[in-house]
């Protein structure tokens, strides 16, 4: 294999440092608890860690409104701490992956505080100005452009107010992006994960986008935008002078405009992250919520599956930072312990680099409180005031229940005591209620549990190549409550069932499958013999087998 490639085998940890450990018991999570817990990560048996932004920020977007790229946010620790968490990951055989966020900067960075002075000063085109606004909204929250004062101006703002858009066609903030990627690669990180990286190149004469699409109106503006792949090929030239990764993240990307950058002369990224199965239970954003279709899930996962196969690589992945939490919309409540382990089936076994969101492992779920004032996520906020608005706020607050960031940023889970054994201190944000039974301790010490399902899932696939390099495909793909899938290399198969459903479900093999020897590699419920056609809810198997040379190639080509 290519050095380029090493990340094809491994498998993530994403840790959002707030709410992960608190070393120093002022109740937010740091880099101190990181440090203390790289052994537990470890032995989950992923093989690096990507970290959401660590620096200095106002947290109006928490973190991913940057003031500083070079240094470490307070509360989290400083650089020293940084590389000693760096160093003890790197001892430990993980792999470090930093979020490089460039589409813009906090309003509190030094170059936007210059840059709103004047329209002269050495800074002054390093954010997008204009004397008049467009008709674009924000993503986040009211319309994209914000008044300044002092220069007499507007400046775009995708995100929050407080997130002013780079001027990425200056080739000053170019060199500034080149730096920073330097900066962390010299002190020895792996790669990067590029927050919103396909808007960092806005349409020329930024045009007027359409009046009636809510929320992202001016998409077709700043979307993989004129001078994305240059501007792409410059970083990927600094990533390539330190063999390291980049990951793209691709709101509302397609998996066609996903490969210009995957592959071919302009491979700028070795992976996007995609957004289409995430959209299984939703519309646009989770908070205009549907009822669950797995069909479409399956739909979204084979369309990047089967596109990228032998051309570049997914990222595998049901939860992060952005996301509610997937037992507590794909899976179920009730049948807690078998849709965690299920989920954990439907996704590790695929091809691609798996990540797993802190407490993902845990079979973490989604916290429900009483008012939106509780809530810290902006988005949250802002979605519950502009969307819906004829709806009772009850509604709207079930909505935010549905869909909110904060269910993924609750404390992490480590102890059924105090706080969760999250901090000594009482912590920066709810804890859920459900620690007492759902932790890190408990669930290590249980046999069975979700956490030590994830370590056998994860373990079983680092050993096999079928698992890792094997061909996908799929059955059954209109089956609304099973996703089937086949994942083939030499004469080895591995045939993958999970029952989405709450009730028992009959499953029929493929016929190809039907007279062969199937070995039951895997299951999460208990003493199966894997022989019953009958699938108990939620209930998930992997058998083994051997194809025939012929169907082996059958298969790779399907
Ligand atoms: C994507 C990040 O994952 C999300 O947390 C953030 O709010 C937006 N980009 C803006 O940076």
Redesign the pocket.
């Known amino acids: 294999m290519e050095q380029a490639e090493w990340y094809k085998t491994l498998s993530f940890y994403q840790i959002w440092v707030r709410s992960f450990a608190d070393g120093n018991g002022d109740g937010i999570g740091d880099l101190y608890g990181v440090y203390e817990k790289l052994d537990y990560v470890k032995a989950l048996g992923v093989d690096g860690i990507w970290f ?1 932004p660590v620096y200095p920020s106002p947290n109006a ?5 940057i003031a500083d790229y070079c240094d470490i946010h307070p509360d989290f620790g400083d650089l020293a701490q940084f590389r000693r968490v760096l160093d003890k990951a790197h001892r430990l055989g993980l792999k470090v992956l930093m ?1 490089l ?1 460039v ?2 900067t906090s309003d509190e960075h030094r170059w936007f505080q210059e840059s709103r002075k004047s329209r002269d000063n050495p800074y002054s085109d390093y954010y997008i100005w204009r004397d008049e606004p467009n008709n674009w909204d924000s ?2 929250e009211g319309k994209a452009w914000e008044y300044e004062p002092m220069r007499g101006q507007c400046y775009l703002h ?3 107010k407080k ?1 002013p858009d780079l001027n990425m066609d200056n080739p000053k903030v170019r060199e500034e992006v080149k730096n920073i990627m330097r900066f962390w690669l010299d002190m020895g990180v792996d790669g990067f994960r590029e ?2 990286i396909n808007f960092i190149s806005k349409r020329e004469g930024l045009p007027d986008g359409l009046p009636f699409v809510p929320l992202a109106n001016g998409i077709m503006h700043y979307k993989d935008g004129p001078h994305i792949h240059e501007y792409m090929a410059e970083f990927r030239e600094v990533a390539n002078e330190y063999g390291a990764v980049q990951i793209g ?1 691709g ?1 509302m990307t397609t998996v066609r405009s996903a490969l210009s950058y995957l592959t071919g002369d302009t491979k700028s990224l070795d992976m996007m992250i995609s957004f289409d199965h995430m959209l299984a239970d939703c519309f646009m954003t989770e908070y205009v919520h549907l009822p669950f279709s797995l069909i479409r899930f399956k739909s979204a996962i084979s369309r990047w599956q089967n596109t990228l196969a032998g051309r570049s690589w997914n990222v595998l992945y049901l939860e ?3 996301h509610p939490r997937v037992i507590s919309r794909y899976g179920s409540e009730r049948f807690w312990r078998e849709s965690g382990t299920m989920l954990a089936m439907s996704y590790l076994f695929l091809q691609g680099t798996p990540f797993i969101y802190q407490g993902q492992e845990l079979g973490m779920t989604n916290i429900r409180l009483n008012s939106i004032d509780q809530y810290m996520d902006l ?1 949250s906020r802002t979605n519950y005031e502009r969307l819906f608005t004829f709806e009772p706020p009850s509604k709207r607050l079930k909505r935010v229940h549905d869909s909110s ?1 904060d269910s993924a940023r609750t404390p992490m889970q480590w102890t059924a005591g105090k706080y969760a054994g999250f901090s000594a201190h009482r912590p920066w944000f709810t804890v859920n209620p459900n620690y007492k039974r759902v932790n890190a301790e408990r669930e290590t010490a249980e046999p069975d549990s979700i956490l030590n399902f994830y370590k056998k899932c994860l373990a079983l696939r680092k050993r096999s190549r079928a698992l890792l390099f094997g061909s996908y495909r799929e059955f059954c793909p209109l089956h609304p409550r099973i996703f089937m899938y086949e994942r083939c290399y030499g004469n080895t198969a591995y045939l993958v069932i999970c029952s989405f459903s709450s009730r028992p479900q009959e499953v029929t093999l493929p016929p190809e499958y039907r007279k062969k020897h199937l070995q039951l590699v895997l299951c999460n419920y208990d003493g199966r013999t894997g022989r019953s056609p009958e699938f108990a809810p939620y209930e998930a198997r992997m058998y083994r087998t051997r194809i025939y040379e012929s169907s082996a190639k059958a298969a790779q080509k399907g």
């Open positions: 959401s977007d928490y973190g991913y409104d979020d966020v589409n813009h993503l986040f995708l995100f929050t997130q927050d919103v993240e709101p992060n930072h952005d988005t960031r």
